[in-house]
Every structure is written in C-alpha cells, then in structure tokens.
C-alpha cells in the first residue's frame, strides 16, 4: 500500500521518522561518478518548511560535489538491526546548500540541540564552530513502515510552487 500526499507539509508520521533517526546517508554525484557519506543530521523546521541541518567540511568529497553542482542529493535515515516484518526508514530527495552568516546562526541551535555534547565539550564546540553547516531541504520524502504492512509506504511531495532553493 501507499500513500502520495502532494500538500505544504509533510505528514506527522514521516516528521516522526524523521525525529527518530540521527543519520542520514547522503548520495551524490560528482565527475568521478556516484558515491555517499554517512552525516549525523538535525531536523529543522523554517516557518513551516521541514530541513535536515548537518555538518561537513567544503573539503570533503561530498562537500566538493554539493558546492559544485546543483545541490541535488538523495538520502535514507534508519536504523540498523531491523526485522523486515518492522522494518522502518526514509528515503528522500532534495537540495542541499550551505548556510553562511546570519542563517548559519539562526540554523545551529537546532543542530546544538540534538547533539547537546557539542556545546559541552570546548574543543568539539570550537571545531564545529570552524566547519560547515549545511541544510538539505527535502521535496520528496517516503516512509517505509512494514509494521503497517509488508511494503506499506507514505509518500510526499513538496507542492511546485513550494521548492525552496
């Protein structure tokens, strides 16, 4: 069974999954062909328009290809060691950029509040303060959730006039 809900938000399930998972697996492509990374990701929510905030450097491979490109990334999100009869995740797709400057500073509290041992550890805190804050703004997203049913799926799709670039 699935569901495709074409409408503002995403539906309160796949938010859910969301907010129960904190790394993604994030794929790309860049002139050496396909590859993807494993981030810790904090979800993000501005003025009602759901984003995943995560942390790499401009000098990382996938920070490379994100800068150089059109941003287009594709991820899931699940945790290990699943049954198949309960097996729970996401996938999804969209646009990532970089924040800088004053976005940059209204985006990391939220990342600051899922992983609260940065700001606790000095050293850390000062490293992260160095690195990248990125942000990957879905417009597709599926919950797969075989505990509802074998292949049972939740789909949404950002409206058109909606795409945040």
Not at 61 to 75: I, S
Not at 81 to 110: F, K, Y
């Amino acid at each position: 069974m699935s569901e495709n809900r074409t409408q503002p938000r995403p539906p309160g399930e796949i938010l859910a999954a969301l907010g129960a998972h904190t790394t993604m697996t994030l794929a790309y492509a860049d002139d050496d062909g396909p590859q993807a990374c494993a981030v810790l990701y904090a979800p993000a929510d501005s003025a009602g328009d759901p984003a995943l905030l995560f942390v790499t450097s401009v000098t990382t491979r996938h920070g490379r290809a994100l800068l150089a490109g059109d941003g287009r990334a594709a991820f899931t999100a699940q945790r290990d060691g699943q049954e198949w009869t309960a097996l729970t995740g996401i996938q999804g797709r969209g646009v990532c950029r970089r924040l800088e400057g004053a976005e940059r500073e209204i985006a990391w509290p939220a990342y600051a509040a899922r992983y609260p041992y940065v700001e606790r550890d000095d050293r850390l805190r000062r490293a992260m303060e160095r690195t990248d804050l990125w942000e990957l703004r879905p417009d597709w997203l599926r919950l797969t959730d075989n505990g509802q049913g074998f292949g049972h799926k939740t789909e949404w799709t950002r409206q058109m006039g909606d795409r945040h670039v």
